[in-house]
């Protein structure tokens, strides 16, 4: 049986190296997720996912974790986020869930509600967005498949280094969700109601169309929205 809670996540950024949000994440999955009718995870559930050959075993126990989720009953699905773009039918088969489309509209619960990472949002920042662009391609995503497991890893850990050393040079403005991008995001959609992460601050965003929900990343505690036919709330796990 389940309830009619939608739960939405994102930003969890599992990683081997990490074991307190991994063991978090199983709990939460075992005490919290569990019953509720759909569980969406808005992108980088993983710190970085190769290709659907990719067999870091924690990320394995995480996919089987939400595959026994979902034969109970909860529907659960992955629109994939900047860390994990290179999810397949692999990924989706081992944890039993869908892709979503980046972005996704849903009816939840009579409210047209507009899924997305949130990392399109952040049009102020120009030099993300054009490599954004590059590693989207189909060409660059094709050469990069190709190589050797240990190459892509060593590849994305000098993608990541490269990235947080961009980071320091650029403001939080500049990091941040445009509204007026998400305004024109949503208005294409027609909807009234926006939920992302990506930017790893929890925080409701008052617009003229309706609501925009960003759920936070996962350190020591998670972060989750919680949606039922009576709205929907922010909540703090751990
Ligand atoms: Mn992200």
Redesign the pocket.
Known sequence: MTNDEALFV??LHLDPGRPAPLALFHRFLAERAAGAEALYIL??LFEVWLGDDDDTPAYHTALAGLRRLAESGTEVALLP???DFLAGPGLAEAGGLTLLEEPTLIDLHGTPTLLT???LLCTDDHKYQAFRKLCRSPQWTADFLAKPLSERRAMAAGLREKSREETYGKSREEMDVNPQAAAEMVERYGARRMIH??IHRQGIHPAPWGERYVVADWQERGSLLACTADGCRLERYG
């Open positions: 994102a930003d992108g980088d986020g900047n860390r990472h949130g990392d992460g990506h």
